[in-house]
């Protein structure tokens, strides 16, 4: 084989594999991600599937229930937006009321009810403006 | 005052960058004065931001409050390492960080490059001060984000800095990785100014190098700094959770590594010219992304983003340079056509190009999985995220591919490997890497997960392959000049650090990836709830809940728990705990509110070679709660005076009516309520250890876990070694001018085909061709030396010495 043609097929095999994998991630992107909702959003959800709640936990909501937790969370920028969540699984350590959290889980009978340890709990930014509200 | 004089340092330092940009423009075509202004100009921009930092640490220092920055971050309580610490934990402070960083760098790049590069230096310096200019304008003209930013009249006390952060390696992380993601400007910055100048050969790649290499290390201590922080700190037992701000450092990373490896094929053998500008733009591109990305709540992430002002100026500096880049190499790709070309498959540089093809597709993967909220947003209107698991899908088998390179790329030879050369090296790591594979499977469980299985094997060989180069060149040199085998490997590492730095990357980063397989392939995590006495058998460890503790202090509740573990007859006890901290910056307040602020984690663990024990305490504290509550409520009767209180409620409550007409005595008033609250939350506190509560414990044995911090360790010290300048450097005899610096890197050339000879890697034909060209190429460089009338270089050349 000459060197020009050897080099085309290095090119076309590399070039292959790379529309390959990019298919691929595409593909199976769209299959394997979960739709971020707020709780707004969730009202008219539909039982069973599965959804990422984002929002803020209500505060004062936070009740201990054996080894799991119950609490309200609301819309980022409306409070009066809010569904109940179920929860059990580890707790990040920032997890509390007032901050915004990201949960995996479904929606049965008006209720949230998240994945075992699927809780994200954003941290205490070390880049917000405001001050620590409490 | 400090307001002042940092504002008008800082407003300097913004002018002295634009002038420094202005004045290399002027001296580009070799009008030597301007460039050298230029160049004195970025030193001058290093004092002034040198000012400003040492100001800002004064007050942090000083609990000088009237500064909003010292009054946002830090209180008079927070302790002196948090103060100190405290500059970059708030967003201007970080910025200033960003710019003083990269003044340093900038200073020290064009100091290294005053005699070489006549060409290049002038756009590069450009580059760096149009950068500088930029960041120093941010703070400037932002919009609060200027780190001199006064209140009037100066509060008394300070908010504090946030008890998450006040952990020791949490407050190197950002400066490592500032510095890794700062230090990247410089190669780019030379890049540009080369692609500007059309000065394509690999001067500008061998007078950054080195720049590059330290932005590698320092953003790789400050990803696995931030891991060990995740992994003892956060309380959830993981260590990577591709996290949007995680994934943000790691992609230059891999970019960079990709940088690296790519431009020493350019420095031997002149090609993937356009492809190593591509590399450049794209990690310094993604290097501007991470700083964006944390400061403009584009995605969601465990750390949350403040909304700022400076994202827009970000991207748009982000949009300045991929425009700009790929304008230039667009227009400048007659002049970086490669001078020659890829003689066989089986070679070092095409290695090279498969590695760069896995950690371009890594990156890729990566950076598609951490923006595909918003591509879901721009198709279906929907904001969707990819979890652990999509990324974990394309990683492994990446990750696994880059492990077999790591190993196969070392044993390779440059230009052309024979089938004798092949047999040589590649024999004993192949039998240990499958007598490895078998004897995993047949003796242990790790077939239960195949990729960990053939990453074992493929570490394996890459490990065995690494050994034997060190065996052989260490032999290579021993038959050369006698002496003990430890003299010699010492001598062969010390004389080639390039190269076994290299390597010693190449071991660390084949351990670490050991370490992840199998801590996250046969990790035993459990959650068990316990009452005091009781006990749980988790993967052969009994572990007993012996009984609770408690802590009480000015700023927190602690709840912990001993817990005594029997791990194959050895016994030892660990200690978690949670730490509930009173929200900072209140005065005074209930007992309750100590539930209010922070919670933190204290990871009871015991690290081993083997695996680690990992515990975290969730303690139930439901029924203190209630009492915190009553103990609150007739607190608040006490002090109001109440009828039926005892008698010190009243003292108190009449120091608190006469402090209420003269405030001179409210102070007493406050101490008062202080002491007699403290002595109830210890009361109160002691009551948990009656309850005699069940509490929950997660449990993790996490196999090899340990081994992702040695392997990290294992590489730094790698990339220290390959950093650190040869001995005829430190002795001052660097090459100075381009022309000696051509001259060292060809003799590095020969002394690397010597070993690669005598290793056994080149064939005795392959080496006496190869060897031929390389001193045809030194005479020819000697030649030119000479005939420019350039100081006296034959004088100090030398023979090439052996290995």
Redesign the interface.
């Known amino acids: 084989m000459d ?1 020009s043609r050897k ?1 085309k097929i ?1 090119l076309v095999v ?1 070039l292959g ?2 529309v390959l ?2 298919v ?3 593909y ?3 299959s ?5 909702k707020e709780p707004s959003q969730l009202l008219g959800a539909a039982p069973g599937t599965s959804y ?1 709640l ?1 929002g803020k936990v209500v505060k004062g909501s936070v009740r ?1 229930e054996g ?1 799991g937790l119950r609490f309200r969370v609301a819309d980022r920028d409306d409070a009066s937006q809010s569904i109940p969540v179920t929860y059990s ?9 007032g901050r ?1 959290i ?1 949960l ?1 889980g479904t929606v049965e009978r008006g209720v949230f009810v998240g994945e075992r ?1 699927t809780l ?13 509200d ?1 | 005052m400090t307001a002042s004089l940092g504002s008008a340092a800082l407003g300097l330092a913004f002018l002295t960058a634009i002038f420094a940009a202005v004045a290399a423009l002027l001296g580009r075509d070799g009008k030597g004065r301007w460039v050298e202004l230029s160049r004195r100009a970025v030193y001058g921009l290093f004092g002034l931001l040198t000012l400003c930092v040492i100001l800002i640490e004064i007050a942090f220092a000083g609990d000088d409050f009237s500064l909003r920055i010292v009054q946002q971050h830090s209180s008079i309580e927070t302790p002196i390492f948090y103060k100190l610490a405290a500059m970059w934990s708030s967003q201007e402070g970080s910025l200033l960080l960003w710019a003083w960083v990269l003044s340093i760098a900038s200073s020290l790049a064009l100091y290294a490059t005053r005699s070489k590069l006549r060409e290049i230096v002038p756009y590069a310096t450009a580059v760096m001060a149009g950068i500088a200019a930029t960041f120093t304008g941010m703070m400037l003209f932002a919009g609060g984000v200027n780190p001199f930013a006064a209140l009037s009249p100066a509060p008394a006390d300070g908010i504090g800095l946030n008890p998450l952060l006040q952990h020791p390696s949490m407050m190197i992380h950002p400066p490592m990785l500032y510095s890794g993601y700062v230090a990247f400007t410089i190669p780019f910055a030379f890049a540009v100014g080369a692609l500007i100048a059309r000065r394509l050969d690999a001067a500008w790649i061998r007078s950054t190098r080195r720049f590059a290499l330290i932005a590698w290390a320092f953003l790789g201590l400050g990803l696995l700094l931030g891991a060990r922080w995740s992994y003892t700190e956060l309380g959830w037992g993981g260590y990577w959770a591709w996290d949007p701000v995680e994934n943000a450092a790691l992609m230059p990373w891999l970019m960079g590594t990709a940088f690296l490896h790519s431009i020493m094929v350019q420095e031997k053998r002149g090609m993937l010219k356009v492809w190593n500008a591509c590399l450049i733009v794209a990690t310094f591109s993604l290097a501007l992304l991470g700083t964006f990305l944390v400061r403009s709540g584009v995605l969601q992430s465990i750390h949350a983003f403040g909304d700022s002002t400076v994202g827009p100026y970000i991207l748009g500096l982000i949009a300045v340079v991929l425009v700009g880049s790929t304008a230039l190499i667009v227009s400048r790709l007659d002049d970086l056509r490669s001078e020659k070309r890829i003689d066989s498959l089986a070679s070092r540089e095409s290695v090279f190009l498969v590695n760069n093809f896995l950690l371009v597709a890594l990156t890729a993967t990566i950076f598609w999985g951490t923006f595909f909220p918003l591509i879901s947003e721009l198709f279906t209107g929907e904001k969707a995220s990819l979890a652990a698991p999509w990324f974990d899908r394309y990683t492994t088998p990446l990750a696994i591919g880059l492990v077999l390179f790591t190993g196969i790329g070392p044993l390779l030879a440059w230009r052309r490997v024979s089938w004798d050369a092949a047999k040589h090296v590649f024999f004993v790591p192949t039998i240990v890497a499958a007598a490895v594979g078998a004897g995993l499977a047949l003796f242990t469980d790790a077939a239960g997960s195949l990729w960990a299985l053939a990453l074992f094997a493929f570490a394996a060989f890459a490990l065995t392959g690494l050994a034997q180069e060190f065996w052989r060149g260490a032999a290579a040199r021993r038959s050369l000049s006698g002496g003990s085998m430890p003299a010699a490997l010492v001598a062969v590492v010390s004389r080639n650090r390039r190269r076994y730095g290299g390597y010693i990357v190449h071991a660390g980063v084949a351990v670490l990836l050991i370490g992840i397989a199998a801590s996250s392939s046969f990790q035993t995590n459990r959650d068990v709830r316990l009452r005091p006495g009781e006990s749980a058998v988790v993967d052969g460890r009994t572990v007993t809940y012996e009984r609770p503790t408690v802590g009480v202090d000015r700023n927190a509740f602690t709840f912990g728990a001993v817990l005594g573990v029997e791990q194959g007859g050895k016994r030892f006890t660990l200690y978690p705990s949670r730490r509930f901290f009173r929200p900072t910056g209140v005065e005074t307040g209930t007992i309750g509110s100590f539930f209010d602020g922070e919670a933190t984690s204290e990871v009871g663990l015991k690290a081993g070679a083997g695996s680690d024990l990992w515990t975290a305490v969730q303690p139930e504290i439901s029924r203190l709660r209630r009492r915190v509550r009553a103990a609150d409520q007739g607190f608040r009767a006490c002090v109001s005076g109440a009828p039926g209180t005892p008698p010190q409620c009243r003292a108190v409550s009449r120091l608190m009516r006469a402090a209420a007409v003269n405030p001179r005595l409210r102070p007493l008033a406050l101490a008062q309520i202080d002491s007699l609250q403290a002595a109830t939350a210890e009361r109160l506190a002691k009551s948990y250890l009656a309850d005699d509560v069940p509490a929950t414990f997660r449990v993790i044995v996490d196999p090899l876990v340990t081994w992702i911090w040695i392997g990290g360790l294992i590489a730094l010290a790698g990339a220290l070694i390959a950093i650190w300048p040869a001995r005829n450097a430190r002795r001052g005899l660097a090459a100075d001018t381009e022309l000696e610096a051509l001259k060292e890197a060809k003799y590095r050339e020969i002394r690397d085909a010597e070993l690669d000879h005598a290793a056994g890697k080149l064939s005795d034909g392959d080496f006496a061709l190869l060897d031929a060209e390389l001193r045809r190429d030194a005479v020819e460089i000697l030649d030119r030396a000479n005939g420019n009338g350039a100081r006296a270089v034959a004088e100090r050349t030398r023979p090439s010495e052996p290995v």
């Open positions: 060197p080099r290095r590399a594999a790379a994998l990019a691929a991630l595409v199976t992107s769209f394997a991600s979960t739709e971020a990422e984002t201990h080894e699984g580890t707790v990040p350590d920032p997890f509390r009321g915004e990201v995996a340890d994200v709990t954003k941290c205490p930014s070390k880049f917000t403006t405001a001050s620590n409490s």
